[in-house]
């Protein structure tokens, strides 16, 4: 049974139940809590059987107000893990009827140590299962980060109910004024920070643009370009390896962070060309490769020479095993990850090519050293880092654990608060094994590690069950929106999102989901729309934004990439044929990516007046910035509508995300909620056309078409048309405006 305490009652709980149960720093004055329920400002109640008390929950809550927060929740001892505390909140949520329930809990994120950790995450799991749900808001209190969950039929929409933050505000004031004079409870709304609002270009030096006439990409060249990127409108230049190098992995094996390579220019032209980014508004990030370096760089050297050579555990040495290798790892690029080094007669390891030794962060003095570089960089006026590989580093070789080792995040909180941490700048990690529930371990804030992950779970949706990448199915569209919406939903108030759908390792995204043929300019419009539309920070790839295509490769000799090499020589060595091998290396293949970028219809596409280092995609005549820029319904003119959106609207960074019709084969619908503001973003994957039928009123804010109607009418939506539309909101019912019945959305929707 159910029922109000007495004062006495609450009097009575408070010494014998809660001083047991809670923290001292926790507990409020009891004369405060009386003094609250004498004012009508505070309620309890307790669950009993017969006479025993076997749970109490004490509430915040005046009178006729429907919002009450829960301040103290306990089972009593004795009564624990028997289901109690669950048929409890059921019962007075059912008692009370509130409106809004609002809950504090000790964030996750932020524990202590892992008995801490396990201690929270079993006292969240319980709200969750009990219906409880996450917002986007924490509190600080006795220097503890509570993460602040809510119960409602209504849904907290962009990120929190429109009054209720206010509320909230008032309730700590009449509750903690007296007791915390020095401000230490604080609320806290999500911080709006430069780079969720920011747009990122990357830039392949070596295939950007050549200053001077080598066939190579450089420094002075992407200085030409600045002006180019201002137009365009993003934010941050993400900037592939510059650093010293052998090239055997175009860049990413190392043998001078400190130093640029030759082909790219010297530091003077680096100085210059970080000035002009900052003259045109423009941040700058470095690639960071801290895996692995190259073989010729200084420590590896020193390392090879001896056993006892100071630089020796700078990497990962093993003996042999009965004449073999060390174990089975295998390399990323084929074949075994351990090489025989004569001299001291050992093995090193290599996760990617033989010359890319892997660094071994178990060693602290190895960690400085490269906590000292990245802080030098930073001293340079760089805004931040892109970090290769980087589950990596917490590998643990005779465990055989490759990612997400068990101290890959202590390394990077260590990172983060010997570098990054104390600066106003950006992190962004490739992480081709995280999960959503590894994402937010990366990107929660309290847990001060990293801005956001590269994840690379859409990348594989081509992948055949069970193989390699090169082992390839059809592309089902249920299955990115999947994957899409997993990781939209699941860091919403955790962490952050990265967007992209290129880089410098993936195919052309528009010869993969999109049709590079006659739909090519509609279709890389679409996927535009899409990406841009959902929350997170953007990622655009050179050429990506003139809707540049994969290249028609016709024999293996053409592929200049080691990756690809090797993949080749191993396929054909399986068993696969010719056929099969060329076709799965035609579609993902990262050559596709790194030929220079199409400037104009001139000569070698404008890139460079020498012989350029890798073949130019021979479309280079139809599609190049040159044409885009004088062509208004251009791919590159629609980026920058998107772009320039991002900047006027905050429901297109901070609102919330849901999707519509998530087993629809053809169409990708999801909305945009950020306090009353509703968008819907429609995506029409597939040349076939088909009908939309919407009972709200919407305002087209962006199309690939020129006509495309408004919505609250039957929208014939064409061959990959896309469409961002900025609904009012109204009951579709009543018709009464300001009304938003976000739950009944897809009823509103009607696809015909």
Not at 3 to 10: F, H, Q, S, T, V
Not at 177 to 182: A, C, L, N, V
Not at 279 to 288: I, K, N, T
């Amino acid at each position: 049974m159910i029922r109000e305490l007495e004062a006495r009652e609450i009097e009575k709980i408070y010494r014998e139940e809660m001083t047991g149960d809670f923290p001292a720093e926790e507990l409020k004055p009891i004369d405060l809590i009386l003094r609250l329920k004498a004012e009508g400002r505070y309620c309890a109640f307790g669950n009993f059987e017969g006479e025993k008390l076997t749970a109490y929950a004490f509430l915040i809550h005046e009178k006729d107000d429907p919002v009450y927060l829960l301040d103290f929740f306990a089972v009593c001892r004795g009564g624990r893990d028997q289901c109690i505390g669950s048929t409890f909140i059921r019962e007075l949520l059912h008692k009370l009827n509130p409106e809004f329930w609002i809950l504090e809990v000790e964030d996750i994120a932020s524990a202590a140590n892992e008995e801490e950790r396990e201690i929270r995450t079993r006292r969240m799991d319980f709200y969750h299962k009990n219906g409880v749900k996450d917002t986007t808001m924490y509190t600080c209190q006795y220097g503890v980060n509570l993460k602040l969950l809510y119960l409602s039929e209504k849904e907290i929409t962009g990120d929190i109910e429109p009054g209720l933050y206010e509320k909230l505000d008032a309730i700590y004031q009449f509750t903690f004024g007296e007791r915390y004079q020095d401000g230490t409870v604080t609320l806290m709304k999500p911080e709006r920070l430069w780079w969720k609002e920011a747009v990122v270009y990357q830039i392949y030096p070596r295939s950007f643009k050549d200053s001077n006439g080598d066939g190579i990409g450089d420094l002075r060249g992407i200085i030409e370009k600045m002006d180019y990127l201002q137009e365009l409108g993003v934010d941050v230049i993400w900037l592939s390896p510059i650093y010293e190098s052998p090239n055997d992995d175009n860049g990413y094996d190392i043998s001078n962070y400190q130093a640029i390579m030759k082909e790219f220019g010297t530091m003077e032209d680096f100085d210059e060309m970080l000035a002009s980014a900052h003259a045109h508004g423009l941040r700058l990030v470095m690639d960071l490769v801290v895996n692995h370096t190259s073989d010729e760089h200084p420590w590896f050297v020193e390392s090879r020479k001896s056993v006892d050579n100071p630089y020796r555990d700078y990497y990962i040495w093993r003996e042999g095993k009965d004449g073999k290798f060390p174990n089975n790892w295998g390399s990323c690029f084929t074949g075994s990850a351990w090489e025989f080094d004569e001299r001291t007669q050992m093995y090193y390891l290599h996760l990617f090519s033989k010359k890319q030794p892997d660094l071994n962060w178990e060693n602290p003095k190895l960690r400085q050293e490269i906590y000292d570089m990245m802080n030098w960089w930073l001293d340079q006026g760089i805004a931040g880092f892109r970090m290769d590989v980087i589950d990596l580093i917490g590998k643990i070789p005779d465990q055989k654990i490759k990612e997400n080792g068990p101290m890959l995040h202590k390394y990077l909180q260590e990172m983060n608060e010997a570098t990054f941490g104390h600066r106003d700048s950006m992190t962004v990690g490739e992480c081709w094994g995280a999960t959503p529930e590894i994402g937010r371990l990366y990107t929660d804030p309290a847990r001060k590690e990293l801005s956001m992950i590269f994840q690379f779970e859409q990348i594989q949706l081509d992948k055949k069950p069970g193989g390699q990448r090169w082992d390839l199915k059809p592309l089902y569209l249920p299955d990115l929106k999947c994957v899409f919406s997993k990781w939209q939903t699941e860091l919403e108030g955790h962490g952050w999102n990265s967007l992209f759908w290129n880089n410098h390792d993936l195919p052309r995204i528009v010869s993969r989901w999109g049709n590079d043929g006659d739909y090519r300019v509609l279709s890389a419009k679409m996927l535009a729309t899409l990406l841009h539309g959902m929350k997170g920070t953007p990622y655009i790839y050179q050429g990506e934004e003139i809707g540049m295509t994969n290249v028609p490769f016709q024999t293996i000799d053409e592929f200049p990439d080691i990756e690809t090499q090797n993949i080749y020589q191993e396929r054909l060595k399986a068993g696969f044929t010719e056929e099969e091998t060329m076709h799965a290396i035609r579609a993902k293949a990262r050559d596709n990516a790194r030929t220079p970028m199409q400037w104009n219809a001139e000569k070698n596409a404008g890139f460079t007046e020498g012989t350029p280092w890798y073949r130019v995609n021979p479309n280079y005549k139809e599609i190049n910035v040159e044409q885009a820029l004088a062509d208004p319904e251009s791919v590159f003119y629609h980026y920058q509508k998107l772009i320039q959106l991002r900047k006027e609207h905050e429901v297109m960074v901070y609102g919330t995300y849901q999707l519509l019709f998530p087993e629809d084969e053809d169409l990708y619908i999801y909305t945009r909620t950020l306090e009353e503001e509703k968008w819907l973003i429609v995506c029409n994957f597939h040349e076939k056309t088909r009908k939309l039928q919407c009972k709200r009123a919407g305002q087209v804010m962006l199309s690939n078409y020129a006509d495309t109607p408004a919505a609250e009418k039957i929208t014939e939506l064409r061959p990959y048309e896309a469409v961002i539309y900025q609904m009012e909101s109204w009951d579709a019912n009543h018709g009464e405006r300001g009304q938003d019945h976000s739950s009944d959305f897809e009823a509103d929707i009607e696809l015909v």
